[in-house]
């Protein structure tokens, strides 16, 4: 099985379930960002690695290179992991004696509708065999947009819960406290003013607030000075190897009232044990069963996201339980082998039975 994978910028776990495809036998040539880290994992394992930085869904020098490669090199799949991708490969691949099965990916859960016409170069493109949809939020939000859902497969992004075994602890924290940590840049669709407003009602416990992650603006500050609690968060800004941080904490929040398609920070908090409270906003309840692997809230509820936290605060055996929970939860079912397996499985699919358009 020959593959031609076009991506972006690759984090760990895609770099891994490239070389576990590989290593399954899967003859697979990287066309990927020459910025694109992590490379380094799987460059012993593919054919070959090509740098290919693709401007938008026109890119005449994406377009050329892909046909090149596609004529000189017939490949059985392509995986554009990006819409830009997709589209310069459906282009590509016009007029080609021999089509390759391409598999396009989606991690978000909007802009997609069948009346948004650049949609239709890249997701509804009738040449696309299967769309990878990292959740079932995320494949139902594009059914809701239109795409036929036959074409469309959930395949979750595995991890390794070795990936997580350096901690980094902050220095200068509260003796004696329970740390919360958060992974969130300042967006509105990440509800950091939510979680402010629950810390405000938990000011009288012990309870410690660390935000990582760029607060460019200063209003999440503001609104922490604005609501008293400043000395019970710390704001640390940009940090790499944020799991690091936050796997030295005793709870994670996720308080996102929109937009999560999978919250690979949820991920990584409870591949160390540590505990999740998350919304019940796209994919996460999909990762965090509530009551066994930690608790679910609704969105925007101060008030629940406030009693959910407390609640695992006045019981340490519940904490360590939804931890430890957690942590299997990832082991089982989102590991990177069991990725890999899946994709695997797909593209046997698609070409043990000739595929047509749906």
């Known amino acids: 099985m020959k593959a031609l994978y076009l991506q972006h910028l690759i984090d760990v776990p895609e770099a891994y379930i490239i070389k576990g495809l590989a290593e399954k036998g899967v003859e697979i040539s990287m066309y990927c960002n020459p910025k694109s880290g992590n490379t380094s994992i799987f460059s ?76 239709w170069l890249s997701y509804f493109h009738p040449r696309v065999s299967r769309i990878h949809c990292v959740s079932e939020a995320v494949k139902d939000a594009l059914i809701a947009g239109g795409i036929n859902a036959e074409k469309l497969v959930t395949i979750y992004k595995g991890h390794d819960v070795a990936w997580y075994e350096k901690k980094r602890a902050i220095e200068n924290i509260p003796p004696n406290h329970f740390i919360i940590s958060c992974v969130a840049n300042n967006r509105p669709s990440k509800g950091l003013p939510v979680l402010l407003e629950a810390m405000k009602l938990l ?19 503001a609104k922490a000075r604005e609501l008293g609690i400043e000395d019970k968060v710390r704001f640390l ?72 936290i407390k609640k695992i605060y006045d019981d340490q055996s519940l904490c360590q339980q939804f931890g430890s929970s957690a942590k299997k939860r990832i082991e089982k079912d989102f590991s990177v082998e069991q990725s890999v397996s899946e994709i695997y499985s797909l593209y046997e699919s698609l070409l043990k039975r000739d595929v047509t358009d749906l």
């Open 44 to 119: 012993s394992a593919v054919k070959k690695q090509v740098s290919l930085a693709v401007k938008h869904k026109l890119d005449i020098g994406g377009i050329l290179s892909v046909r090149k490669e596609l004529k000189q090199n017939e490949h059985d799949i392509v995986y554009a992991a990006t819409s830009k991708h997709l589209s310069i490969v459906n282009i590509a691949t016009t007029g080609l004696s021999k089509k390759p099965k391409i598999v396009g990916y989606r991690g978000a859960l909007s802009n997609v509708n069948r009346f948004d016409i650049p949609s």
């Open 203 to 221: 000011q009288n416990e012990s309870i410690f607030l660390l935000v990582i992650g760029d607060m460019r603006g200063g209003e999440t500050e």
């Open 237 to 308: 800004g940009f940090q790499p190897n944020a799991s690091e941080i936050v796997g030295t904490t005793n709870l994670y929040a996720m308080p996102t009232i929109k937009s999560e398609g999978l919250p690979k920070a949820v991920i990584e908090a409870m591949a160390q044990a540590v505990t999740p409270v998350v919304t019940n906003v796209g994919g996460a309840p999909e990762l965090v069963r509530n009551g066994v692997d930690g608790l679910v809230v609704p969105p925007r509820d101060v008030k629940a996201l406030a009693e959910a």
